[in-house]
């Protein structure tokens, strides 16, 4: 599991993101990615709920145009910044979570674990600084938040 988070680091640190923002709409120009950052389907608040409900959440998110999804683990690492903390994330992104968040502040990923000792478990970023983990029990009470994406 070791190597596994040092790959996953290494290949995050690799991508230099080229982010621009328009409409809500985060635009990565190296992954190719969008990602939300307009939560005003949800009241202006960011979208959390367990495993089932943030997939569901992102298959029916309409956001202009909709065709988006959870991200999975690689994606989600690819906007980590890792030189800011509280949130390691981009000052483009303008709706983040982090530690001083009512609920843990990590963020969903569709990856689950590829260990037969966590069958129903999924990993997950928390943004604060910008590390992941697998502590989320996908189908029971777990609530991170959601950060949805599509390709473009």
């Not at 202006?44 to 999804?69: D, F, P, Q």
């Not at 997950?124 to 473009?152: A, H, I, M, P, W």
Request: proline residues 4%; charged residues 20%.
């Amino acid at each position: 599991m070791k190597q596994f988070f040092l790959i996953m680091v290494g290949i995050s640190i690799g991508l230099h993101a080229e982010l621009s923002r328009s409409n809500g709409i985060v635009q990565d120009n190296i992954t190719r990615l969008q990602w939300q950052d307009d939560y005003s389907d949800n009241g202006n608040t960011i979208k959390s709920g367990n495993w089932e409900e943030a997939l569901l959440y992102c298959s029916n998110l309409s956001l202009a145009g909709g065709g988006w999804r959870l991200p999975n683990i690689r994606e989600l690492l690819s906007i980590v910044d890792y030189k800011v903390i509280k949130p390691s994330i981009s000052n483009v992104f303008r709706r983040t979570a982090s530690e001083s968040s009512a609920i843990s502040p990590f963020y969903w990923s569709s990856t689950t674990v590829p260990n037969p000792k966590f069958p129903s478990f999924a990993f997950s970023v928390n943004f604060s600084y910008g590390t992941q983990d697998y502590d989320g029990e996908k189908q029971l009470n777990s609530n991170f938040y959601v950060r949805c994406v599509r390709s473009l």
